[in-house]
C-alpha cells in the first residue's frame, strides 16, 4: 500500500506561483509514474503533468511553459512548480502514483485570484 500526501496549496493573485509537494510513502518510489492531476468545480478531474521513472515528462497544452513537474527521489517526493497562474488554474491538484497500482492523495486547493 502507498499513501499519497499533498502540500502546498492556497491562495494566490493572478500571475503569481506555488509549488506544490506530493510525498509518497514505500520503498518503490523510484519505479512509480508521477502525475498532478486536477478539478475545477463542475468539471472532470485532468491530467495536468506527468513524469515517468526515467525523469520523462508531459504536461497538458493549457500548462506548458508554465508548470514544471520534477522528482526527488531521495524524499520520495514529486514537485509542481506553477509560475504565471491564471484564474483558470483554480482546482483542486491531487497527486497520483502508478505502478501496477494507482494511488491518490487527498487533494490540495489551489485558488487564483483575479
Known amino acids: 500500500q502507498v499513501q499519497v500526501v499533498e502540500s502546498g496549496g492556497g491562495l494566490v493573485q493572478a500571475g503569481g506561483s506555488l509549488r506544490l509537494s506530493c510525498v509518497a510513502s514505500?520503498?518503490?518510489?523510484?519505479?512509480?509514474?508521477m502525475g498532478w492531476y486536477r478539478q475545477a468545480p463542475g468539471k472532470q478531474r485532468e491530467l495536468v503533468a506527468l513524469?515517468?521513472?526515467?525523469?520523462?515528462?508531459n504536461y497538458a497544452e493549457s500548462v506548458k511553459g508554465r508548470f514544471t513537474i520534477s522528482r526527488d527521489s531521495a524524499k520520495n517526493t514529486v514537485y509542481l512548480q506553477m509560475n504565471s497562474l491564471k484564474p483558470e488554474d483554480t482546482a483542486v491538484y491531487y497527486c497520483?502514483?502508478?505502478?501496477?497500482?494507482?494511488?491518490w492523495g487527498q487533494g490540495a486547493q489551489v485558488t487564483v485570484a483575479s
Open positions: 497520483n502514483a502508478r505502478y501496477f497500482d494507482s494511488y
Open positions: 514505500g520503498s518503490t518510489f523510484t519505479m512509480h509514474t
Open positions: 513524469i515517468n521513472s526515467d525523469g520523462l515528462t
